[in-house]
């Protein structure tokens, strides 16, 4: 019970940023192209390291 008691109010506040974070960036001029292309290469930079056990 007392897990509960301090889980859901931390689940609550991080709901909450999140979608301010996501309204935020909706309004925001953001540039998509660059975005993504610094996920992709993290993405892979984790794949290399799944697959060859190095890094």
């Known amino acids: 019970m007392i897990r509960l008691v301090i889980i859901l109010p931390l689940v609550v506040i991080a709901w909450m940023l999140l979608v301010k974070l ?3 960036v909706r309004k925001a ?3 998509w192209t660059g975005v993504t292309t ?3 290469f ?3 930079a984790f794949w290399l390291r799944h697959i060859t056990g190095m890094g």
Do not use: E, P, T
């Open 22 to 24: 996501i309204s935020d």
């Open 42 to 44: 993290i993405a892979l």
């Open 29 to 31: 001029n953001v540039d």
């Open 38 to 40: 610094i996920i992709g």
